[in-house]
Structure formats: structure tokens, C-alpha cells
């Protein structure tokens, strides 16, 4: 898919979040400001937009998709098992499953890319 940037506000009474989705040569990116928070703000987002489960759920699972410290197997298991507090305890976690080593890559030794699904992109591009 082409790369794209998509801009919108949610706004309710006096609640403004603005939300930047961009995706630029394979790299996803989601950030929302507002008046006094910003960044990687997914929590406030769904306090006051509930209805943006959606997005929120998105915002979870490819933000920053390149930057996995698992292979494909390694995050699977921790998506469904839940990550560790810290890198040490996330590896601790792992080791006991058998998967701190899988198929010769050790978990956090180097940044892995994930694609992002064409559907979740199409979708991202066309947010309102």
C-alpha cells in the first residue's frame, strides 16, 4: 500500500483529541493530542470515546510495527500470555515457555518488522 498520513479530531463537549496516523515506507505510526496530554495516549482516548474501541484496539496491535522485539511466534505467545513488567521479566516469561530462543533468534536482539495487514491500513487511511 502507498504511504499516507490521516488527520482527524473526536471531539465531545469539551474534550479534543487530534489523531495522526501515518504510514510511510512500511512503518505504521498512531500518536493523539490533546490540551493537556499526547503521545501514546490510547487509555484517555477510550475514557472519553469508548466508541473508539476500534481504533484503540488498532493503536495496540500495529503501532509501530517495526520496531517487534519477537518474532512472529515469540509476540504471538505474548499477546495471548501477556508480556512480563520489563524486558527481564518478559525473557523469563518466554524461557519457561520454551520460546526465549525460536529458530535461532533470541527475543529482544535486534528490532523485527511486522506488515500491517492492507485491511487494517485501508482502514486507517479512511478513519473519520
Not at 463537549?13 to 493523539?32: A, N, P, Q, V
Not at 520460546?99 to 482502514?123: C, F, M, Q, R
Request: charged share 30%; net charge negative; proline share 3%.
Amino acid at each position: 500500500m502507498e504511504d499516507f498520513t490521516n488527520k482527524f479530531v473526536i471531539k465531545k463537549d469539551d474534550i479534543r483529541i487530534s489523531i495522526e496516523i501515518t504510514y510511510e515506507k512500511g512503518r505504521l505510526s498512531i500518536i493523539g493530542m490533546g490540551k493537556d496530554f499526547g503521545g501514546q495516549c490510547q487509555d484517555t482516548v477510550l475514557e472519553y470515546f469508548p466508541e473508539q474501541y476500534e481504533l484503540v484496539e488498532i493503536w495496540n496491535r500495529w503501532h509501530l510495527n517495526d520496531m517487534r522485539a519477537g518474532d512472529p511466534v515469540q509476540e504471538g505467545w505474548l499477546r495471548i500470555n501477556g508480556h512480563g513488567k520489563d524486558y527481564n521479566e518478559t525473557c523469563d516469561k518466554l524461557e519457561k515457555a520454551g520460546l526465549l530462543t525460536h529458530n535461532g533468534y533470541k527475543y529482544g536482539t535486534a528490532w523485527k518488522s511486522e506488515p500491517v495487514p492492507v485491511d487494517i491500513l485501508k482502514k486507517l487511511k479512511e478513519w473519520k
